[in-house]
């Protein structure tokens, strides 16, 4: 059975740039979290998808943040304009069942310049 | 925010030592759970136990909970440097819309 999918594996890019990263999780799990996971620290939800619809975005920077989940399977996270503070890894996680087991991809990690 | 709190924050032990490792949590829970998460990776699941469970086991791991003091321990048994990572608890609120709560981890360090 395939993990979950996450890319790109690093991104490096200026502050003010664009960038976005892409989620595949495992077949059939409804539910899809994006985390952000500062160094030493716990994931912090940003976002959790029942589906296609988007239950809990309340810590998502919505003035900067953005991500969709078309059809309910894969999801991208984007982040525009990026800052210093948002360096950090982005965790895609999923699961069956809402409070059951999370399965979580290797992360993005995004240094901002 | 982070609710949940690990203790202790880093542990440094031999092999063949065993390895506990506690968390604490402030809300009325519906399960907790265990991960694992090597340096540089993602989080990888270990454990589960329900509100209504008070210890289990799987493996060199056994997990302790008590509802009454919002608490629960995870003992590695025969710890190995393969064990060396940080471990997170994750707790299900369940009066937050069953909202997962995780801690800060605590980072383990198996020396050979």
């Known amino acids: 059975e395939a993990g979950v999918v996450q890319s790109p594996r690093y991104k490096i890019i200026e502050k003010k740039q664009p960038v976005a990263f892409w989620c595949n999780p495992i077949s059939g799990h409804n539910t899809l979290y994006w985390y952000l996971q500062n160094l030493g620290q716990g994931p912090e939800l940003l976002i959790r998808?029942?589906?296609?619809?988007?239950?809990?975005d309340s810590q998502l920077p919505k003035d900067r943040f953005s991500a969709e989940r078309l059809k309910g399977v894969d999801s991208t996270l984007k982040i525009q304009p990026a800052e210093l503070g948002d360096s950090a890894v982005y965790l895609c996680a999923s699961s069956h069942h809402r409070s059951g087991e999370l399965f979580f991809g290797e992360g993005s990690r995004l240094t901002v310049l | 925010s982070q609710q949940g709190e690990e203790d202790p924050q880093a542990l440094s032990i031999q092999e063949g030592e065993n390895a506990t490792m506690n968390c604490s949590y402030k809300?009325?829970?519906?399960?907790l759970q265990w991960y694992r998460q090597n340096s540089g990776r993602g989080l990888v699941h270990l454990i589960l136990?329900?509100?209504n469970e008070r210890e289990k086991h799987s493996g060199r791991l056994r997990v302790t909970l008590d509802t009454s003091k919002k608490s629960s321990s995870l003992l590695i048994t025969a710890s190995r440097a393969a064990d060396t990572a940080s471990y997170f608890c994750?707790?299900?609120?369940?009066?937050?819309?069953?909202?997962?709560?995780w801690g800060l981890g605590t980072s383990l360090a198996v020396n050979p």
């Open positions: 809300t009325s829970i519906n399960n």
């Open positions: 136990i329900r509100s």
């Open positions: 994750a707790t299900d609120d369940a009066g937050n819309n069953r909202k997962l709560i």
């Open positions: 998808y029942e589906n296609e619809e988007a239950v809990d």
